[in-house]
Structure formats: C-alpha cells, structure tokens
C-alpha cells in the first residue's frame, strides 16, 4: 500500500510538471526557449572559472616551489576572472529581464483562461465547493507556482551544467572523488522529492479552510461591511473563527 501511494503521489507529481510546462510553453514559445538558452549558457562562466583558478593555483604553485617571478601570468589570469564575472552578471540581469516580461505573459494566460472557463460555467456548477477551491487556486496561485516550476527547472538546467563541467575536471585528477560525490546526492534528491509531494498534499488538504479565512478577513476590511459589523458588534467573532481556523 505504502508503495502504491508513493507511487501515486510520484505520478501526480509528473502530471503538474508536465501540465506546467504545457501552460509555460502556450503562455509564450519564445520567451520559454530563451529562457532555457539563457539558463544553459549561465552555467558557462562557472565552469570557465574554475579552469582558471585551476590555472591559477597551479601558477602560484610553481612561484612557490620553482621561485618562478612569471607574475604577469597570474595578473592576466585574475583579469579574466574579473571578466567572466562581468559577462555573468551581464548574462544574469539579461535572464531576469527576460523573466520578468515573461511572468507577465504567463500571468495573462492563466488569466485569459480562468475568465473562459468562469464564462463557460452553468449556473448549478456555482454550488459546487471544489471547482470553487480550483479556481480560487488557479487565481491566486498558478502564476507564482508556474513560474516556481520554471525556477527550479532553470536551477537545475544551470546545476546540471556546472555539475557535468566539475565532474569533468575532477575525474582529470581522481575517478573515486566523482564516484563519492555522485553517491551523496541520491539520499538529498529522494528527500526533496518525498518533501515536496508531502507539501504539496498538506497545501491541497488545508486550501478550503485557507479559503474561508481569507473570505472572513477580506469581508472584515472591506469598506463597504465596516459600518453593518460595527451595527451588530459581530466583529470579534469573526475575528475568533480566523484565530481557530489558523491555530489549527
């Protein structure tokens, strides 16, 4: 049974990737590719570093055993450090830029596309508690977890990059050293996963109660209820519904 569970929250895990990435790639075709370009080449300069400061050690080496007064070498080396982090700054306020024009356009998305299917409803589908909480979810969620998604799969687009080109170098000096490193991500990689599906169920278990709260306390600050809530001084009772709901 624990299993089959396991098994199940890892598909339902696939199924909201998979339709995330749908709704990314519709939202905008090219804003998505360039993004996942951008992110690829951000993981260059990383690796380009670290074959500089490679060459940088083994220079201040030689100075120190072979009393080597080459200076100008490691002076050139540090300037091209200096520069690799120029072009990724460069390449990281590009990215953002890109992003953030690109938050907008998923947002417009899902927008567009809650409106029509709110416009597409029959008048009995209003009674209906869960399509609500959907939607209320869709609303006030989708745009920050898509873009979320997209997030993580540029972290890990850029990670895997860096990881690939500091596997190469290292393998250069000890295979054991990629063998011991590889190894220690599997347990840290499991728990995430495991993590973030209990979130996930947590988050989805909690939402209709979150909902009403949220309807309470907007039905409180609203201009327009101040004057009726104060007639019938039923304010703080409200407020004690809010305190149980988030107490629990």
Known sequence: MKKYNNFRHFSNYVAIIKTTLSVLFASSKKYFILILVLSSVMALPDIINLIVWQHIIDQIGSLLINDNRDYISIIYLFFLHFIIVLIKLII???TNYVKGIYTVLVDK???N????IIDSM???DIEDRRLHNDIQKTNDESTVRSIGILNNIVEIIINMSLFVGTISILASYQVSIVIIIILSIIPSTIINLKSMSKL???YDKRYEKTRYYSSLKD????YEN???MKLFSN???IQNIINNILNK
């Not at 596309?113 to 029509?116: A, G, L």
């Not at 039905?219 to 609203?222: A, F, G, H, L, P």
């Open 122 to 124: 029959e008048m009995q």
């Open 235 to 237: 304010i703080s009772f």
């Open 109 to 111: 998305y899902i927008t």
């Open 200 to 202: 996930f169920e947590v």
């Open 92 to 94: 990281n306020k590009n």
């Open 219 to 222: 039905m409180i600050v609203t």
């Open 113 to 116: 596309r809650t409106i029509e």
């Open 226 to 228: 101040f004057k009726e």
